[in-house]
């Protein structure tokens, strides 16, 4: 299930997924109060020390749906490094590999 996927990813990957909160909370993407408050205190002390009702409240008010997403493609992970560009820049949710097959497509309809 994809919610127990992502926390387990914030857990394992904490580092890269802060980065990812402060890029959020930075470009003004968060607007819910109480989601706001929770995602600077990961960023600042780490995810380990949630309770239950903050985990409810980061998974399925804050990242849940719109701010977490697996690839449309191959349905793979997409690195922390790589989610904000893959929904807010490129906006195609896809994973860097399938972005590159993708333009590759695309420059071939040119030739
Ligand atoms: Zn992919």
Known sequence: MLREKLKQ???SEP????AYLT????SNRIYNGEVLAIIIDVIKNGPYQLTNTQWDALLDKGLLPDFYVECDSCEDTIPWSEMYHAIFIARDHYC?????LANK???RLLD
Do not use: A, G, H, Q
């Not at 580092?15 to 802060?18: D, S």
């Not at 860097?96 to 590159?100: G, K, L, T």
């Open 9 to 11: 990813k914030i857990i």
């Open 15 to 18: 580092t890269e997924c802060m």
């Open 23 to 26: 890029e959020l909370v930075k």
């Open 96 to 100: 860097p590999f399938c972005r590159y």
């Open 105 to 107: 497509e695309n420059t």
